[in-house]
């Protein structure tokens, strides 16, 4: 949990891993949207958080003004030691152009729509194991259970990592993701300690001394203008697609479950017209979008008449974005036909989501196979739904009531 | 990078890397008009965009 001061000001002293943020971030959004569109705050050395569709669409098109080379908040801010630049630690997320495009560009045959479909059978199956591991129980956390090990396991196929070893991502990511309170100190410790690192190297030696069809070995093999991938950019790709692949598609499983879970009616209608899923996802995905990127100022400017200087993080909430009234009618409403559905959910700009094929793939699929077995659900406790801390936004314990 | 929901088979193309063009240098089939209007409504970066001929 937070250490940090409670929020008071929202305006002028805003903090993403506030209690009240954690537990129901949109009122905040609100309020703020009618008061000013553009939030500030003096913690993590100072940070500016706009909270509509164009203020927020504004930040991610410049990228000019605003540098990606650390997308996720905290105490700690890069410097030139932790960066080879122009490469960033998780190309390409954390790489800006020119560079960007190039690192970009190879990534997209592995998730384009002709790859995702055929990791279809695949996740399908392992829903319906994760769903057959339930049989006999009437309650169970939907979170730990059934979401969480979705993607963990889909990424661990990808890159050719061991299914029994998606346990331990789940720590490497909590580390990176959700201990954003952690002091200065704490975070650097974490980061230099290296079981990331060693972790990734093992898979890399035995994928060199054995080459697979898989994502590392894709990887191993890519070349940039006729040379082969720096070693540093191999492993950091594979930590972004770790870090960037699970929490977010667990997340969006799970507070699409749990909206399920509180609206009888919306269960009703998927039952009746099981077609009705596509649009269902992309509303879930516009209302619970999972993630909030963030951006450093690269130079003094004046934005939307903020004074923003070199170094401050900008905080880009897409959730607030999707829940923006000028830019969806009823914003604050979940309807599971909404067939007009322009969301940010994967991002807007040259950094949209790389892996939005994939996502939507295991979104639906994960639904599908759950409506399928369990048609009817409910929270058996509204009070043990415990959402996580930090960019990416999700239930992490889910407890569900079979009907 | 086109999102693959958004975009239906009928018109555009998607390659291997994601990358949709459209069909019939665009032209819409009357049939397909709600479609293509969809289609533009739902692109996140306002790629598509529609143009009426009489």
């Given at each position: 949990m937070s250490q940090r001061p409670r929020v008071a000001d929202w305006k002028s002293d805003f903090d993403h891993t506030d209690p009240q943020w954690v537990a129901d971030p949109y009122p905040i959004w609100d309020q703020l949207r009618s008061s000013c569109p553009v939030a500030h705050t003096g913690?993590?050395?100072?940070?500016?958080?706009?909270?509509?569709?164009?203020?927020?669409?504004?930040?991610?098109?410049?990228?000019?003004?605003?540098?990606?080379?650390?997308?996720?908040?905290?105490?700690?801010?890069p410097d030139e030691n932790d960066l080879p630049a122009p490469i960033g630690i998780a190309p390409p997320i954390t790489s800006d152009p020119p560079f960007h495009a190039l690192?970009?560009?190879l990534l997209l045959p592995?998730?384009?729509?002709?790859?995702?479909?055929?990791?279809?059978?695949?996740?399908?199956?392992?829903?319906?194991?994760l769903l057959d591991a339930t049989n006999g129980q009437v309650q169970f956390d939907a979170?730990?259970?059934?979401?969480?090990?979705?993607?963990?396991?889909?990424?661990?196929?990808?890159?050719?990592?061991?299914?029994?070893?998606?346990?331990?991502?789940?720590?490497?990511?909590?580390?990176?993701?959700?201990?954003?309170?952690?002091?200065?100190?704490?975070?650097?410790?974490?980061?230099?300690?290296?079981?990331?690192d060693t972790y990734i190297d093992a898979r890399i030696a035995e994928h060199l001394a054995e080459p697979r069809d898989d994502l590392t070995s894709f990887l191993l093999n890519a070349e940039l203008e006729g040379t082969k991938l720096h070693p540093d950019h191999?492993?950091?790709?594979?930590?972004?697609?770790?870090?960037?692949?699970?929490?977010?598609?667990?997340s969006a499983i799970g507070a699409s479950l749990w909206h399920l879970a509180r609206n009888e009616s919306d269960r009703a209608r998927l039952r009746a017209d099981p077609a009705l899923m596509d649009t269902a996802v992309e509303e879930f995905l516009r209302a619970y979008a999972p993630v909030t990127m963030a951006r450093l100022v690269a130079h003094d400017f004046d934005f939307h008449g903020c004074?923003?200087?070199?170094?401050?993080?900008?905080?880009?909430?897409?959730?607030?974005?999707?829940?923006?009234?000028?830019?969806?009618?009823?914003?604050?409403?979940?309807?599971?036909?909404?067939?007009?559905?322009?969301?940010?959910?994967?991002?807007?700009?040259?950094?949209?989501?790389?892996?939005?094929?994939?996502?939507?793939?295991?979104?639906?699929?994960?639904?599908?196979?759950?409506?399928?077995?369990?048609?009817?659900?409910?929270?058996?406790?509204?009070d043990g739904v415990t959402w996580s801390m930090g960019q990416v936004r999700g239930p992490r314990t889910l407890p569900i009531r079979i009907l | 990078m086109c999102e693959?929901?958004?975009?239906?088979?009928?018109?555009?193309?998607?390659?291997?890397?994601?990358?949709?063009?459209?069909r019939n240098d665009g032209?819409?089939?009357?049939?397909?008009?709600?479609?293509?209007?969809?289609a533009a409504a739902n692109c996140p970066e306002y790629a598509i965009s529609i143009s009426e001929s009489s």
């Open positions: 913690r993590y050395g100072g940070a500016w958080l706009p909270v509509t569709r164009e203020t927020v669409a504004a930040v991610a098109y410049d990228t000019e003004h605003f540098t990606s080379r650390s997308v996720v908040m905290s105490e700690v801010r690192a970009r560009r592995a998730f384009g729509p002709k790859a995702i479909a055929a990791l279809e059978p695949f996740t399908r199956a392992l829903c319906v194991e979170a730990v259970e059934y979401a969480q090990d979705i993607p963990l396991r889909v990424i661990a196929q990808m890159l050719g990592f061991p299914q029994a070893d998606a346990e331990r991502f789940r720590t490497f990511i909590r580390m990176v993701l959700e201990d954003v309170d952690a002091s200065a100190q704490e975070r650097r410790s974490q980061a230099e300690s290296g079981v990331l191999v492993r950091g790709t594979m930590v972004l697609l770790m870090i960037a692949g699970i929490d977010t598609t667990w004074p923003m200087k070199e170094g401050d993080w900008v905080l880009l909430p897409f959730p607030a974005a999707n829940r923006d009234p000028q830019a969806f009618p009823s914003a604050d409403q979940v309807q599971v036909d909404r067939a007009e559905n322009r969301h940010a959910a994967f991002g807007l700009g040259i950094h949209r989501c790389l892996g939005s094929n994939l996502a939507r793939m295991e979104l639906r699929v994960a639904l599908e196979e759950w409506m399928k077995r369990y048609p009817d659900f409910e929270l058996s406790d509204a | 693959s929901t958004s975009i239906p088979p009928e018109l555009f193309d998607v390659d291997d890397e994601g990358n949709a063009s459209e032209v819409v089939p009357e049939h397909l008009e709600e479609k293509a209007r969809l």
